[in-house]
């Protein structure tokens, strides 16, 4: 099973960007999709990208598409998010978490503990 750790969160103006990584234990973690999940305050956890294990084929939420990039680097066991452009609704804990086999956007296994971003106008 895969744990994970997020870190990289701050406090940013919107239009700057900010790259938060994953860093996950585990002897599998590169047999596993990963992806971001975030969730800011009063709302559900959502889906915002994957990465799939075997091609590393990426799948983004519409909101972040063309501003966010999934990455990982299996060697070093982290999935990485970079964020650019940011906007005030970008604002949110952001989360990684194990991907359900044959599924893009449902997680599984455990959470961390997030990273927070604020992204301020």
């Known amino acids: 099973q895969v744990q994970p750790v997020e870190s990289g969160g701050g406090l940013v103006q919107a239009g700057g960007s900010l790259r938060l990584s994953c860093k996950a234990s585990g002897r599998t973690f590169s047999s596993y999709t990963m992806g971001w999940f975030r969730q800011a305050p009063g709302k559900a956890r959502e889906f915002v990208a994957t990465?799939?294990?075997?091609?590393?084929?990426?799948y983004y939420a519409d909101s972040v598409k063309g501003r966010f990039t999934i990455s990982r680097d299996n060697a070093k066991n982290t999935v990485y998010l970079q964020m650019n452009s940011l906007r005030p609704e970008d604002t949110a804990v952001y989360y990684c978490?194990?991907?359900?086999?044959?599924?893009?956007?449902?997680?599984?296994?455990?959470w961390g503990q997030g990273t927070q971003v604020t992204v301020f106008s």
């Open positions: 978490a194990t991907i359900q086999a044959g599924t893009v956007d449902r997680p599984f296994g455990s």
């Open positions: 990465i799939t294990w075997s091609s590393g084929t990426a």
